[in-house]
């Protein structure tokens, strides 16, 4: 059987304006969703589930872990682009900080991280856990951000185009060996 690498951008979380987006939880929906993302997930035949450390990652992890009778392992370089030091925003703020971090990668313009560093950790990271489970297929349950720079530098494609792209939650399953993206899929 095929093996992937499916990045899988967490599920719908509960927006807390007064806390920092790396403290959320899922919302009562998002738990939901996620229970939907198990059964997207199913046909890939995941053997192995890893999260990011943040709070709504790993939920929609420990969930489509349980429903995939597989246990969900925690890593703490799969986080998001670390903007913890930044507010809640607006909307229009946010995809215009967004559209700045994706467009000059090598500058910090938001947060506290650029997107090449976000990248680099993030590459590290998915890299140190495909050298572990050689010939499985691997879910790894993160972030928009870290997702879409990870792709986009895979696969040429534009790293703000996947990071609109992406639902809440979504996926994309990927194969290495060709650097070639197999699925892009919002769960709803």
């Not at 199913?42 to 349980?66: D, G, R, Y």
């Not at 349950?141 to 792709?151: A, D, K, M, P, R």
């Amino acid at each position: 059987m095929k093996k992937y690498l499916i990045l899988v951008k967490h599920s719908v979380p509960e927006i807390e304006a007064d806390r920092p987006a790396n403290t959320w939880r899922l919302s009562e929906e998002g738990r939901l969703r996620a229970l939907h993302l198990a059964e997207h997930l199913e046909s890939f035949e995941p053997e192995v589930i890893v999260s990011s450390n943040e709070p709504k990652a790993k939920e929609t992890a420990e969930i489509v872990a349980l429903r995939l009778q597989l246990y969900a392992q925690i890593l703490s370089d799969l986080h998001e682009h670390d903007r913890s030091n930044v507010p809640y925003l607006a909307h229009d703020a946010f995809q215009a900080s967004i559209r700045h971090f994706f467009q000059k990668p090598d500058e910090l313009v938001f947060g506290s991280e650029t997107a090449s560093e976000a990248h680099a950790r993030f590459f590290r990271a998915v890299h140190s856990i495909l050298n572990v489970y050689r010939n499985k297929t691997v879910v790894i349950v993160t972030h928009g951000s870290v997702i879409s720079l990870f792709v986009s530098r895979l696969t040429g494609r534009s790293d703000l185009e996947l990071w609109n792209m992406l639902g809440l939650p979504s996926f994309v399953a990927m194969d290495l060996h060709s650097n070639t993206l197999i699925v892009k899929n919002k769960i709803a």
